[in-house]
Each structure stands twice: as C-alpha cells, then as structure tokens.
C-alpha cells in the first residue's frame, strides 16, 4: 500500500501500488527403488526454480543512517537448484540397519541497496540502489546407524552442515559450519511400560558471536493403556538446559545470525487415545 508506515523512525517502509505479480515455476526430478530381498532403498531427486519479477526489498539509507525500505520488482531473476540422494539399507538383517543421506543446493538471490549522502529522501520517488546480488552454497552429510530388538533399541546419527554465502557488495564470504553428534536408547520392559532417552550434541563455527556449542538430552518413559489403544507418557525436555536457537538469515541484501528466546527443561504429561 502507498501508505507510510513510521513504526520504526529509523526503518520507514515505503509503498509501491505499481507492482507487479512474480510468476514462480520449480521443476523436480525424483527416481526410487526397494530392494525387496536386502529390504534397502534408494532414492534421489533435483529440483531448481526461477523467479520472474520477483518482489525483492530495495534499501536507500541517508547519511544519519536511517533505512528506507520499499518493495520492488526485480530486474534479475532469482533462481535455486538442490538435490538429495538417500540410502538405507539393513547390515545385520533386522537387527542393525544403516542410512546415508546426502544433499545439497545453490540460490540466488537479489536485492538493491544504496547509501545517499542526503538527509531528506524524497520517498514519492525513491531511486533504486546498486544491485546486491547474494549466492549462497549449501551442503549436508548425514550417516546414522540404528539397532533394534525386542527388548533394546540403539541408534547414532552424524551430521554435517556446510554453508559458504558471498554478496557482490561485500566480497568476505560468510561460511558457517555445523557438527551434530546425537543417539538414542529405547527400552522396553514388561507391562507395556517404554524408557527412552536421545542426546544431541552440536558444534558451530563462523556464526559471528554465537560460535556456541550446546548439548540436548531429553528422556521419556510411558505406559500404554486399554489394551494398547492409550499411551501415558512424561517426557523432560532439555535436561541440561542448554538448547541455544541459533539461526542464519539471510535476505535480499543482508545476512544476520539471531539468537532466540526458547522455554529452559521442562516437564511434559500427556495422554493419548486412539
């Protein structure tokens, strides 16, 4: 709308009522198959998309530092390709399987930005910055392992992130790693009754000030009930209380990590019927 919106004095959000509709189109190849005799299966996909007339931000800051922030069509058209290949397969027959998971994606994206040595900005008519143009590569490996039989259940996972974002604008690439260990342990004793615990543990790198590590255990047990068809279950939830939420964003012509209020351990009680 080409209303002004002063919520914030020192971001003004400026209206467009000339936009245009962006027309989005994605295309995805997907192939699978079962080993019905190993009990395996692999599957894989590629996708991309393109974006014509997308609606990117266009940011105009005067000299006291004061954003002006307005939609606008794109004149470039952001695009992405990804892709995953998936391997699951049993080593000891119904006793120890494993799984691979492997993916990874390139996008782009586009924004203008533009500094004015200017106090007043006429916002009637708000130029259009330089062109920021941000690609960002991203890839994840992930193995894991789970035992299972008829009293214990085992699993350990690995994972490992990659990301490596650039903007023309600012050439000092941002690449963040993440390092994630976890398992976890189901027993089940008689009377129906299930003890299960998972830990999560994960390392990080290149997110600024937020390079933190953090360890997440939670544990359950329930009970099932009615001849099966109820489950009562306690569950405490980050029993060290150390869950972080740590996330990347990345915009049209910007980056930023953010830290995020989260509920500390807790207790859970729940009943379920079915």
């Known amino acids: 709308q080409p209303v002004k919106n002063n919520s914030n004095l020192m971001n003004e959000t400026v209206g467009n009522p000339d936009l245009n509709p962006s027309f989005y189109q994605y295309l995805r190849f997907m192939y699978s198959t079962f080993n019905d005799k190993r009990f395996s299966s692999f599957s894989a996909w590629f996708g991309g998309s393109i974006t014509k007339d997308a609606l990117v931000t266009n940011s105009i800051y005067?000299?006291?530092?004061?954003?002006?922030?307005?939609?606008?069509?794109?004149?470039?058209?952001?695009?992405?390709?990804?892709?995953?290949?998936?391997?699951?397969?049993?080593?000891?027959?119904?006793?120890?399987?494993?799984?691979?998971?492997?993916?990874?994606?390139?996008?782009?994206?586009?924004?203008?930005?533009?500094?004015?040595?200017?106090?007043?900005?006429?916002?009637e008519n708000l130029t259009l910055?330089?062109?920021?143009?941000?690609?960002?590569?991203?890839?994840?490996?992930?193995?894991?392992?789970?035992?299972?039989?008829?009293?214990?259940?085992?699993?350990?996972r690995g994972t490992v992130k990659y990301s490596n974002t650039i903007n023309n604008l600012n050439p000092t690439p941002s690449t963040t790693y993440d390092w994630t260990g976890s398992g976890n342990l189901v027993v089940h004793l008689?009377?129906?009754?299930?003890?299960?615990?998972?830990?999560?543990?994960?390392?990080?790198?290149?997110?600024?000030?937020f390079d933190l590590d953090e360890c997440i255990w939670n544990a359950s047990i329930d009970k099932s009930l009615f001849k099966g068809k109820g489950v009562l279950a306690v569950k405490w939830n980050d029993i060290l209380q150390q869950r972080l939420n740590i996330r990347q964003i990345i915009g049209d012509n910007y980056i930023s990590y953010n830290k995020f209020n989260t509920l500390t351990s807790y207790f859970l009680v729940s009943f379920s019927y079915k």
């Open 62 to 123: 005067n000299e006291t530092n004061k954003q002006y922030s307005q939609t606008v069509n794109a004149n470039e058209s952001p695009y992405n390709f990804n892709g995953n290949i998936m391997y699951n397969t049993p080593l000891i027959a119904k006793l120890l399987h494993f799984n691979s998971s492997t993916s990874g994606g390139y996008n782009m994206r586009y924004g203008y930005t533009s500094r004015k040595n200017e106090t007043e900005i006429d916002t």
């Open 129 to 156: 910055g330089d062109l920021s143009k941000t690609g960002r590569v991203n890839a994840e490996q992930q193995l894991s392992l789970t035992f299972t039989q008829k009293v214990i259940e085992l699993g350990a």
């Open 190 to 209: 008689p009377y129906s009754i299930n003890i299960s615990s998972d830990i999560n543990y994960t390392a990080r790198k290149g997110y600024s000030n």
